[in-house]
């Protein structure tokens, strides 16, 4: 009854009903990969909340501090105050170490669940028109998310993080001009200075969890604006959206997720063992410890500084360290390439109409093979990340295993990609449900052949040529003047089915045709033949009938003329009789 009455009373100030009904009644695709957003959105949520509890207890000082606490091996050491406080949190505050890694794990998952999420939008072209904006939010925020965890990772202080720290600033201070001056401004002085701790806390509980609470908020409210993209399916058009109402049945399903999601996290963080700083020991500069790793997000960077020989080259008299191409150039042209691709594939595509309905990796072969060998190569360099620790594993010379790592970072990626080109175009051109259901003849028609006259192969709008030998359903479609038209044929049963209208472009008539019958080959065909030039006898035989018709129009129009003035002059003349007659009759009376 109270929250009913405070309901309305809010209501009748702010007239928040309509908006409130307008929302609940949005309606949100089943489909599981839909929930990617909510898994990135939901760890950023324990995020905060665990985060929100160690700012308790964290001290975010470099001073000297002598710890007394449970932790027996370094009591009575004299460490810096962060990670004297890090290492109390972890033994002598109750849940501290549960919370500690539950809020390492969340990171984690954070950082996955975006980068999932962007490689399925990827994959299925959710990144097109009008969805280019959230797609440079997404990787924006990918990139902060990167960032943060590389700035948490390093707060404690112990010698696993500070030798990362030292990495990093000897990335940023291989810029040539300006990077010694970038790791002095950042870190206040030369590495390892007194106010880098401090520093590295406020960005990261303050500065870019804020700008990610912007840009989640932007991320969100763009995607309510707009209409929600789906995969294609009976009924789902770009004009609509099928699935399930915000409320009540999807808001019950992400309630379920965000309780799985926590409920894993704090399983993780209470039963598996994460960045142990007590272990490493405290953080001195002239000391490393060896095997070790980063996390996976940023371990793509350390494995291509591992793999990358060292090269050293001068520009205009500026030295160019080795840590230059590896660290920066590596980075800036991933996350270059990232901004840019949207925008690159129409390009080359032409394509600007706006997309609703999504792709599945099959219908773009080479955007899939391109993304595989992208996801390889990264992958690749993951696992170079931890060389030292495989050479130990596997009882191998550390410099025999670089050797491998660099041939697979170079071939692994191509191979890959070119394995899932091939694949997609397999299931694009056979009735194959999936790659396990594909045959050895499907594998076949995938093979790369000549395009013929009338067969360009992959065109603009992604139509795909089948194989010639293959008789069955096709989709042709062919141009008409400035419009375009499709059929579909089906040889086997000698059924011909046409469209119902032009459109104006070859992206259309293919959009059109692939929802009308997903799963079928489209090819470009000749239109209809142009007529064969007139001869002399039917030149002359037109211009004879065209004088004819129009002599016999003229002769018709001349006929219909006289009859006009013939009713004319008889109606004229029975009424002069008429007229007559009357007078006569009156002088007769009189």
């Not at 391109?370 to 990340?385: D, E, R, S």
Request: hydrophobic share 50%; glycine share 8%; proline share 7%.
């Amino acid at each position: 009854m109270i929250t009913d009455r405070l309901a309305r009373a809010l209501d009748d100030r702010l007239r928040l009903s309509p908006i409130a009904r307008r929302a609940l009644a949005k309606v949100f695709p089943d489909h599981w990969s839909f929930m990617l957003g909510e898994l990135a959105l939901y760890s950023f949520v324990a995020l905060v909340l665990t985060g929100v509890y160690l700012t308790f207890f964290f001290e975010a000082s470099s001073a000297d501090r002598v710890y007394h606490g449970d932790y027996a091996p370094l009591d009575g050491a004299t460490t810096s105050a962060a990670y004297a406080s890090t290492v109390r949190l972890s033994w002598d505050v109750r849940a501290g170490l549960l919370i500690r890694q539950t809020h390492h794990w969340a990171a984690l998952v954070f950082a996955a669940a975006i980068l999932l999420h962007l490689s399925r939008i990827f994959f299925t072209g959710a990144f097109r028109k009008p969805r280019e904006l959230n797609w440079l939010i997404g990787v924006t925020m990918l990139a902060l998310a990167l960032a943060n965890g590389f700035t948490g990772y390093s707060m404690p202080d112990d010698l696993l993080s500070g030798l990362g720290l030292r990495i990093i600033v000897s990335v940023v201070e291989s810029i040539p001009l300006v990077g010694a001056w970038l790791a002095s401004l950042a870190l206040g002085g030369e590495f390892p200075s007194d106010v880098m701790i401090p520093r590295l806390y406020v960005s990261h509980v303050l500065l870019v969890p804020a700008v990610l609470v912007v840009l989640i908020s932007l991320h969100l409210g763009i995607l309510i604006r707009q209409k929600h993209s789906q995969f294609p399916g009976p009924g789902r058009t770009e004009h609509n959206v099928v699935g399930s109402r915000l409320w009540p049945s999807y808001t019950l399903r992400s309630l379920a997720l965000f309780a799985w999601v926590l409920a894993v996290l704090f399983a993780l963080g209470g039963l598996v063992q994460i960045n142990p700083v007590w272990m490493y020991g405290p953080f001195q500069p002239a000391q490393a410890t060896s095997p070790a790793q980063p996390d996976w997000y940023v371990a793509w960077g350390d494995g291509a500084l591992r793999l990358f020989p060292p090269w050293e080259f001068r520009i205009a008299g500026h030295l160019v360290p080795a840590p230059f191409l590896p660290g920066v150039v590596l980075g800036g042209v991933t996350f270059l390439a990232l901004y840019a691709w949207p925008f690159a594939e129409r390009l080359r595509t032409k394509d600007r109409r706006q997309h609703h309905l999504l792709d599945r990796p099959r219908d773009h072969p080479a955007r899939t093979g391109i993304g595989v060998a992208a996801l390889t190569f990264y992958a690749v360099l993951v696992v170079a990340a931890g060389d030292d620790i495989l050479a130990r594993l596997l009882r191998l010379p550390v410099y025999d295993l670089l050797s491998v790592l660099r041939v697979l970072v170079l071939v692994l990626p191509v191979l890959a990609g070119l394995l899932a080109f091939l694949l997609a175009r397999a299931l694009r051109r056979g009735d194959a449900a999936g790659v396990g259901a594909l045959t050895r003849a499907d594998l076949r028609r995938c093979a790369p052949r000549p395009a013929g006259p009338s067969e360009g192969g992959d065109g603009p709008g992604g139509q795909e040529t089948p194989a010639v030998d293959r008789p069955g359903d096709r989709i042709e479609m062919w141009p008409e003047g400035d419009a375009w038209h499709w059929r579909y044929r089906d040889d086997a049963g000698r059924l011909v089915v046409t469209g119902n209208r032009a459109v104006l472009s070859r992206q259309e008539a293919d959009s059109a045709a692939r929802l009308a019958y997903p799963g079928v080959d489209r090819i470009v065909v000749p239109g209809p033949p142009p007529a064969a030039p007139a001869g002399p006898i039917r030149t002359a035989l037109r211009r004879w009938g065209r004088t004819m018709a129009a002599g016999s129009l003229l002769l018709a129009a001349i006929v219909d003329r006289r009859r006009d003035r013939q009713r004319q002059e008889r109606e004229r003349a029975d009424d002069t009789a008429t007229a007559e007659d009357a007078g006569s009759s009156g002088d007769g009376r009189t």
